[in-house]
């Protein structure tokens, strides 16, 4: 059990900023910005975040500043995720985690270029809202419980840890409950029924589901149980506008269908009447 984190003092980037908020999560113990000591470094119940030049889980030291240039692109968070045990997972569910990775070991023009993008993009996609709390993060020497930037980092760790523990159940669950659908016109459709209990999630994760069977090509829409009532909603998959649910948008069964056609609510519960729908929603 750790009793302090130490992470570097100056400018807070997303990574520390991540790092330390899931450190947060799991054992609520104070944030102290500040150059580490070797006293810290070898002490296992304080962790070291984004500074030391070491990355050693056993005695808790996350840096990755030693690493070579060429190395794989892994930062302070990168390292945490680890030690937590979640890495893979989260590099699968978190799509931003492989660019913030990217950004703080290769620097906003290199990652770029990675990305296919202008340089002038990587500010374009700047949030005041990611400003805010990093320089209020950087701000101050020391944050506790009880502190507005604190309780917010406890709850950006709750929540992180949350979805990617959580998505990793719901995957589970989608193998055992859905199905796939062979659909008249030459695609797939996933499926998911009610089930008792049904699980927390509900649908969440199907189109994660599908990539996992990869089936990212054939399948081109969800149906899936409606968490505001008894029916069924069906939705495009990937946006894949082949399928148009205003088609079905008058049949008395039709709760709504969404005018661009990309989603729709049904009372419905039979499977041969959702695949009748889906059938006469495709336009191919």
């Given amino acids: 059990m750790i009793k302090q984190i130490v992470v570097h003092p100056g400018g807070a980037h997303k990574d520390d900023f991540l790092a330390c908020a899931l450190l947060v999560a799991e054992h609520g113990v104070p944030v102290l910005r500040r150059e580490p000591s070797e006293a810290d470094l070898a002490d296992v119940t304080t962790a070291v975040v984004d500074v030391g030049l070491e990355w050693d889980a056993e005695r808790m030291n996350f840096d990755h500043h030693q690493f070579p240039r060429d190395a794989e692109p892994l930062c302070a968070l990168s390292l945490v995720l680890k030690h937590l045990g979640i890495y893979e997972e989260a590099r699968k569910f978190c799509d931003w985690l492989e660019v913030a990775e990217y950004i703080d070991t290769r620097g906003p023009h290199d990652t770029a270029k990675w ?79 009610r089930t008792e209990p049904m699980s927390e999630e509900g649908s969440m994760g199907m189109g994660r589901y599908v990539e996992e069977l990869g089936l990212q090509e054939e399948v081109v829409a969800l149906v899936y149980p409606d968490r505001r009532g008894e029916g069924y909603g069906m939705s495009r998959f990937n946006d894949d506008k082949r399928m148009e649910f205003t088609r079905v948008g008058e049949e008395e069964d039709v709760n709504f269908a969404h005018n661009k056609g990309f989603i729709a609510k049904t009372s419905a519960t039979a499977p041969e009447r959702l695949r009748k729908l889906v059938e006469e929603s495709w336009v191919g």
């Fill in 115 to 193: 990305l296919g993008v202008e340089r002038d993009v990587m500010s374009q996609l700047n949030s005041p809202i990611d400003i805010t709390m990093l320089r209020r993060f950087a701000g101050a020497v020391q944050h506790e419980a009880g502190e507005p930037i604190y309780e917010l980092m406890r709850m950006l760790g709750e929540d992180l840890l949350n979805f990617v523990r959580g998505m990793q159940r719901q995957l589970s669950y989608l193998a055992e409950a859905t199905e796939v659908w062979e659909m008249d016109f030459g695609k797939k459709v996933l499926f998911l029924p």
